[in-house]
């Protein structure tokens, strides 16, 4: 199965910036579609952003994040990226990472679609 950990995590003013990492294990990450979540205290976990599987040409971004986020993999590396500036108090959450490997060029929204997780690294914002 596929193991993934996130890393990047970390305590910023607002207006500063964060990159989180995501390393995943296998010979196949190509073959994942992958996606960020985010989940804070007491909201549902909802999806910041997804790309889609092989060359990462289809990308997603959700409203409140647009313009600020930018996700990225590297295949070579088994690594995905969510690059985070200008953050906002709001921005507060536990991030996770999250791959489904159906190779089907496309990137999903969904929790469901996601078989596999990371753990899961905190980002802070202060006002």
């Known amino acids: 199965q596929v193991q993934l950990v996130e890393s990047g995590g970390g305590l910023v003013q607002a207006g500063e910036s964060l990159r989180l990492s995501c390393a995943a294990s296998?010979?196949?990450?190509?073959?994942?579609?992958m996606g960020w979540f985010r989940q804070a205290p007491g909201k549902e976990r909802e999806v910041v952003s997804a790309?889609?599987?092989?060359?990462?040409?289809?990308?997603y971004y959700a409203d409140p994040v647009k313009g600020r986020f930018t996700i990225s993999r590297d295949n070579a590396k088994n690594t995905v990226y969510l690059q985070m500036s200008s953050l906002k108090p709001e921005d507060t959450a536990v991030y996770y990472c999250?791959?489904?490997?159906?190779?089907?060029?496309?990137?999903?929204?969904?929790?469901?679609?996601?078989?596999?997780w990371g753990q899961g690294t905190q980002v802070t914002v202060s006002s």
């Open positions: 999250a791959a489904n490997g159906a190779s089907a060029g496309t990137y999903y929204l969904s929790t469901r679609d996601y078989p596999y």
């Open positions: 296998g010979r196949t990450f190509s073959r994942y579609a």
């Open positions: 790309i889609s599987s092989w060359s990462g040409g289809v990308t």
